[in-house]
């Protein structure tokens, strides 16, 4: 199909210094040009990578919180292998709506990868695998020997089954840290109970019946749009296999096993709401777009889409007032008069906030989000639109900083993507490629770590351990 | 674990294995990962706190230094204004701790110190000296000014990791705004692409939990330990890492920026359905399952989310739920995902729900092992079994705060177990230990200070 006309990215320019910093004395931009020039990507390339000495092989299929997980090593330097079954991990497929049209295309193959994939596919290699053979589990052996990190999700205990697994791989590499992730647990009573991916995580926690609106709101439980308890639990997997990392180094010189999951590593942050419930046997509540515990600090609709404006303490409460007041001085004086919202916490009460943000939402009716920031922004007041992603990826501040920004891909062309956020002043991480063919890296990875020959590739393919036994194709 | 008793583990089950070995009740028998680490954390609200709490997790030493007097702000902060932890505070008497604090700060050594004075600046810069990483939150360029900053404490101490972590970050037009976990979520971008479709009448969504910021905390602790692990092995030098919630926000928005890079398509709401995959996503159940409860929190009809998106598990569903029809019409997974398809599908499953709680839908679907999930409240998260057994979530004898139900770490660990010590303590509780022991104050410096309010 012929590819649709798309302006280039960016359709504004992106900002110069002087544009950023104009006006300013030399005194105010000081210490922001200091910063910038420590941490600024552009100069990533000069400096060293934190974790380049270490080698993982992510061994995680159909399931989002291991990619996750390898991504946050393999952005910080770290040399990581994503083993995936012959014919490429399923995750590979993904793709909105199932429209074939959005896929990426290698440009030498042809062969199509899902942009959800390919946002996690950085700085990593590809190999094909086939586990479920005797010799692809020995090979995995052999890669294991040669790495510091596994990790892998398979159904609980199946590794170890496979003589695979940690009591087997110590044995092989004592100094090997390994890592299983999941949903709910390999272990436990609901150990059998089959998940894979996100959501399932998100509804076991209780965050889906946190979020989202009340029901007397017309509200209802409500998922994120992203896997995001993969990417919390992915993170904590990081987290534990760093640790360990450096817990080998220091003091032990041996690895570790090492379990996360994606609703444990939510469980863990959601707040108040175990301590809550053991005091008094309160249910966390669904609150919409409010906040439990603080007032003013809220998303409510404004002229042109949603506004964020939040202000906890008095000194905020008067100022954001004083600015409502400018255009609507009754509201202002409403507000002020009520005996019930003059003491921070009285706020709190539920009546409170149906009252403070009804009032609000009486200036909010009549400003735009870029015209409602530009108000309180005055006053020092936090606030800011609900941004779609058009506009997160135009946002000056976004590209000035290159939180967004555009690779491009000897195999799939330009893409763009969110950045890594581990700035840094020595060993910042960085995007070295993003994205790779199924099994593009077999013959880079399996003759340099473990010699094969010709014959080894010819073989392997041929018995259906690196390649769909269909494929000819070396 | 020793070596000679490997063969032994061996022929122990799977399941018992993994029980004994992550047995959270036997973490101090074992030890810690990170201890001899020093942390400071001139922290507050919970993007900075969470972040050196995970570290204390770890085992690291994780002094807190907080305004003297009434602490930091999430103390005040609690849902409603109803629950606080008591004992009361002496600087608080008319009220306890709110629980926005709980959760953010396990572990930590709490010390007061007046960052403006200068004999507070100088009792930060005796503990920068002695220790291995400095989290901060303050706005950017505060502590520089204040003569704590990365510029004056590397010159001290050159090993010293130094953690900024905030809002929109330091440097570029937007740096002076300032930022909360719900600003960050509006304008990062995941806030606008959850909640129900705007078709049927949604509106964009917050996630319950602060997650830009303790998710972000997070991040930057993943990031301090690559970096203390190139300090120790590598290079012997500190570094200035600096972490923005609202980026890291932006990083996890899935394949949204590829796809309006291509196609200038612009990702929207989906509700509590799936774009890349279906059958996987949420329905509700007719009925409750607490029809008796007195909480509108039980008495609402229940929720599952129900995953059969293989071609085989949802002819499998088709077969469970009783409709021919659709089985043949939807055999397809690439048929299934359209839109028009999921607003037929998931309509269907609702219609066959509509007389059953979420209980029963579950043990149906079980039985025909399709994955499944009720969607679970905070009560029924807390009394199940298995999250009580992994010690996902325990009780805590606090030694200040008494009997709590509290979380445990995000994540498990064979020989070096993260765990938990204590929730919290009271502002300042550890001044005499901590600035006594760190920073040489006698017991009449202590006096005077405190009397002078600058710890």
């Known amino acids: 199909m012929a590819t649709p006309k798309v302006a280039p990215w960016p359709a504004i320019p992106i900002l110069k210094p002087d544009e950023v910093y104009a006006g300013l004395s030399d005194q105010a931009k000081e210490y922001p040009l200091f910063l910038e020039s420590i941490t600024r990507q552009e100069k990533n390339f000069e400096k060293p990578e934190a974790l380049s000495r270490l080698r993982v092989l992510d061994c995680t299929t159909r399931m989002m919180i291991g990619h996750w997980c390898s991504s946050m090593l393999s952005e910080l330097g770290a040399e990581v292998i994503q083993v995936e079954p012959p014919g490429g991990d399923p995750l590979r497929q993904n793709t909105p709506f199932g429209r074939k049209e959005y896929m990426f295309q290698d440009k030498e193959t042809g062969e199509e990868v899902g942009g959800q994939f390919l946002h996690e596919m950085r700085n990593k290699l590809s190999v094909t695998l086939n586990l479920e053979t005797e010799e692809g589990r020995e090979i995995l052996k052999k890669l294991a020997v040669h790495s510091d990190v596994v990790i892998e999700n398979g159904p609980p205990g199946q590794w170890d089954a496979w003589g695979i697994g940690y009591r087997q791989l110590r044995e092989i590499n004592p100094r090997l840290i390994y890592c299983w992730v999941g949903q709910r647990g390999q272990w436990g009573s609901l150990k059998d109970k089959p998940g894979r991916l996100d959501p399932v995580a998100q509804a076991a926690c209780g965050f889906v019946h946190g979020t989202g609106d009340p029901k007397e709101f017309g509200g209802q439980p409500t998922r994120s749009a992203l896997w995001v308890a993969d990417h919390v639990g992915g993170t904590a997997a990081a987290m534990g296999i760093l640790a360990a990392v450096v817990y080998r180094e220091n003091v032990s010189g041996e690895g570790q096993f090492i379990e996360a999951t994606a609703a444990e590593a939510i469980i863990r942050i959601l707040d108040y709401s175990w301590g809550w419930y053991s005091m008094d046997g309160s249910i966390r509540p669904r609150y919409g777009n409010w906040d439990l515990a603080i007032n003013i600090y809220a998303v409510n609709p404004c002229k042109d889409g949603y506004m964020m404006v939040g202000g906890g303490h008095d000194r905020l409460w008067y100022r954001i007032w004083r600015t409502v007041g400018d255009e609507q001085p009754a509201v202002e004086e409403d507000i002020l008069g009520d005996p019930h919202l003059r003491e921070v916490t009285e706020r709190l009460a539920h009546d409170m906030q149906v009252k403070t943000y009804t009032m609000l939402g009486e200036w909010l009716k009549d400003n735009p989000r870029s015209e409602a920031e530009r108000k309180l922004s005055k006053q020092q007041v936090a606030s800011g639109g609900v941004l779609y992603v058009n506009e997160v990826a135009e946002y000056p501040h976004f590209k000035y900083r290159g939180h967004v920004a555009e690779y491009d891909s000897p195999h799939y062309g330009k893409i763009l993507y969110g950045t890594t956020p581990f700035l840094q002043h020595k060993t910042p991480g960085r995007l070295k490629w993003l994205g790779r063919p199924t099994g593009y890296d077999n013959q880079d990875v399996y003759r340099r770590l473990l010699g094969f020959t010709r014959d080894d590739f010819t073989r392997l393919s041929e018995t259906g351990v690196t390649h769909e036994e269909e494929e000819e194709e070396l | ?455």
Request: with cysteine; glycine share 10%.
């Open chain 2, 1 to 455: 674990m020793a070596r000679e008793t490997a063969a032994a583990k061996q022929t122990q089950s799977f399941d018992e294995y993994c029980r004994e070995t992550f047995d959270f009740k036997k973490a101090f028998g074992k030890p810690e990962a990170l201890k001899g680490y020093r942390v400071l954390s001139c922290t507050q609200y919970i993007l900075g706190p969470s972040c050196a709490s995970y570290l204390a997790e770890l085992g690291a030493e994780v002094i807190k230094i907080e305004a003297p007097r009434r602490g930091e702000a999430m103390r005040h902060t609690t849902p409603f204004n109803e629950p606080f932890l008591y004992p009361l505070s002496r600087w608080v008497p008319e009220r306890g701790t709110g629980l926005g604090f709980l959760g953010a700060n396990p572990n930590e050594y709490f010390t007061s110190v007046d960052f403006h004075r200068k004999e507070g600046q100088d009792i930060v810069k005796k503990l920068a000296a002695k220790s291995d990483v400095f989290v901060e939150n303050y706005r950017p360029g505060t502590f520089d000014r204040w003569g704590i900053g990365y510029r004056q404490l590397k010159e001290i101490n050159p090993r010293l990791v130094y953690a900024w972590l905030g809002g929109f970050g330091g440097w570029g037009p937007g740096r002076v705004r300032a930022s909360y976990d719900i600003l960050g979520q509006s304008q990062g971008g995941n806030f606008g692409m959850t909640g129900k479709q705007e078709f049927l009448g949604g509106a964009p969504a917050k996630h319950t939990i602060w997650l830009a910021d303790y998710w972000g905390g997070m991040m930057a602790a993943v990031q301090i330990l690559a970096a203390l692990y190139w300090r120790d092995k590598i290079s012997g030098e500190g570094t200035f890492t600096e972490y923005s919630q609202v980026h890291g926000v932006t990083r996890q928005l899935e394949y949204a920026l590829p796809l309006y890079g291509r196609h200038g398509i612009t990702r929207e709401r989906w509700g509590n359905w799936d774009t890349q995959l279906c059958v996987h996503g949420i329905i509700k159940c007719g009925k409750s399952s607490y029809p008796q409860s007195e909480n509108p929190q039980e008495q609402e009809e229940g929720y599952i989310l129900i995953s059969a998106y293989d071609d085989k598990d949802f002819a499998r569903l088709c077969q469970t739920v009783g409709d021919g029809n659709l089985a043949g019409k939807y055999a397809k997974q690439d048929i299934r995902i359209q839109a028009k398809s999921q607003m037929e599908i998931y309509p269907w499953l609702e219609k066959w729900a509509a007389n059953k709680t979420k209980e029963e839908v579950a043990a149906i679907l079980d039985k025909a092992n399709i994955i499944n999930q009720p969607v679970w409240n905070s009560k029924e998260v807390a009394n199940n079994p298995h999250w009580l057994e992994r010690g996902a979530v325990r009780w805590l004898d606090d030694p200040t705060y008494g009997d709590l139900l509290h979380q445990g770490p995000a994540y498990m660990m064979s020989e070096t177990p993260p765990r938990l010590k204590w929730a919290l303590k009271p502002v300042g509780a550890d001044n005499e230990e901590i600035l006594g022991k760190l920073a040489g104050l006698s017991a009449e410096d202590l006096r005077r200070l405190e009397e002078q309010e600058c710890i």
